[in-house]
Nanobody, 118 residues
Framework: QLQASGGGLVQAGDSLRLSCLAS?????????MGWFRQAPGKEREFVAS????????HYDDSVKGRFSISRDKAKNTVYLQMNNLKPEDTAIYYC????????????WGQGTQVTVSS
């Protein structure tokens, strides 16, 4: 199970850090953890991912240089540090997990709202 938290209402240019606690730590070594977001009226889109075992990261072009994904193995938690937030970053953010050899994410958290005002 995945539990996301850390969303809120901020102004453009501010920062937020999202957290995703994974409750099945024994299996995380074989997984890729990802963050997705869904804005009102839009489809869910990929934001960033990290391979738990080696820390390999990937980002959507829209967040490169502003967002940073990381994981804390001791806390079984994945973070999404979001800097220089823009109004277009407003969305519900979801954390998810997939087996490293799979193309699809099989486990999803409940989502946390991020609202960026201009």
């Amino acid at each position: 199970q995945l539990q996301a938290s850390g969303g809120g209402l901020v102004q453009a240019g501010d920062s937020l850090r999202l957290s995703c606690l994974a409750s099945a730590p024994r299996t995380l070594s074989y997984y890729v953890m990802g963050w997705f977001r869904q804005a009102p009226g839009k489809e869910r889109e990929f934001v960033a991912s990290v391979r738990w075992s080696v820390g390999l990261t990937h980002y959507d072009d829209s967040v490169k240089g502003r967002f940073s994904i990381s994981r804390d193995k001791a806390k079984n938690t994945v973070y999404l540090q979001m800097n220089n937030l823009k109004p277009e970053d407003t969305a519900i953010y979801y954390c998810a997990a997939r087996f490293w050899q799979s193309d699809s994410y099989s486990s999803w958290g409940q989502g946390t709202q991020v609202t960026v005002s201009s």
